[in-house]
C-alpha cells in the first residue's frame, strides 16, 4: 500500500510553510521542507545556499542562463533537480508526510497516494504577513512577494511544464487570508 503523502505549494507569504507544518504535526507525520535542501545538499555536495538560490528562488536570468547552457549538456540545475525527484520520491515510499514545495506536487503526482494543495492569499495579507513574520522592510513587501512568486511559477514551469498555481494542478486550494491559518490545517488535515 501506498503511503499517503500531503504537498504544499505556495504563494509566498500566504503561510504555506506553517500550514505544512502544523499539519504534520497534527497528523503526527514529518514535514520536509529545509530539510529536503539538507537532504540535497548532503547528496549533492552542493552547499545549501546555494541550492535554495537555484532551486524554487532561481535567481534572475537562471532560467535563460540554463536553456544556453544546456547547449553544453546538463546544468548543475538539471542534476541538483534529478535528486531533489529521487530524494522526494524516496520520501513518499518510505513514509507518510507532508513535502513543502519542490515541486513535489508534480514529482509525485502519479507515485504515490497524494493530496495535492496550493495556499494562496490576496497581496494585502502576505505582505501584512511577511512584515510580522519575516521583519522585512527593505524593499516593498509587495515587490518581494511578486519576485519570490515570478522564481517560483517559472521554476516550476520550466521543469514540470505545468502553471504553477492553477487550480486545475491541485486537488484542493485554499485562501489563507480568508479561511486562516488554523482552518486550512483543519481541511487539510479532515481531507486527509
Excluded at 513587501?141 to 505545468?162: S, V
Aim: glycine share 8%; hydrophobic share 35%; net charge positive.
Amino acid at each position: 500500500m501506498k503511503n499517503r503523502v500531503i504537498t504544499i505549494s505556495r504563494e509566498f507569504g500566504s503561510g504555506g510553510r506553517t500550514i505544512g507544518k502544523m499539519t504534520a504535526e497534527k497528523l503526527g507525520i514529518k514535514c520536509y521542507d529545509s530539510e529536503l535542501i539538507q537532504k540535497i545538499a548532503s547528496e549533492s555536495g552542493f552547499d545549501e545556499k546555494y541550492i535554495k538560490d537555484a532551486g524554487e528562488y532561481a535567481p534572475g536570468g537562471f532560467l535563460s542562463s540554463a536553456l544556453l547552457n544546456r547547449a553544453f549538456g546538463p546544468t548543475n540545475e538539471d542534476y541538483l533537480w534529478k535528486i531533489q525527484y529521487k530524494i522526494i520520491t524516496d520520501l513518499a515510499e518510505k513514509e507518510s508526510c507532508v513535502i513543502v514545495g519542490r515541486c513535489a506536487d508534480y514529482i509525485l503526482k502519479d507515485k504515490a497516494d497524494c493530496l495535492r494543495v496550493f495556499i494562496h492569499a490576496d497581496m494585502k495579507f502576505r505582505a501584512e504577513r511577511i512584515v510580522k513574520v519575516y521583519g522585512e522592510r527593505d524593499e516593498s513587501p509587495e515587490e518581494r512577494l511578486k519576485d519570490k512568486d515570478k522564481r517560483r511559477a517559472a521554476y516550476h514551469r520550466f521543469y514540470t511544464d505545468m502553471k504553477w498555481g492553477h487550480a486545475q494542478n491541485y486537488d484542493i486550494t485554499l485562501n489563507s487570508g480568508t479561511l486562516g491559518i488554523e482552518n486550512c490545517v483543519d481541511i487539510i488535515t479532515k481531507l486527509y
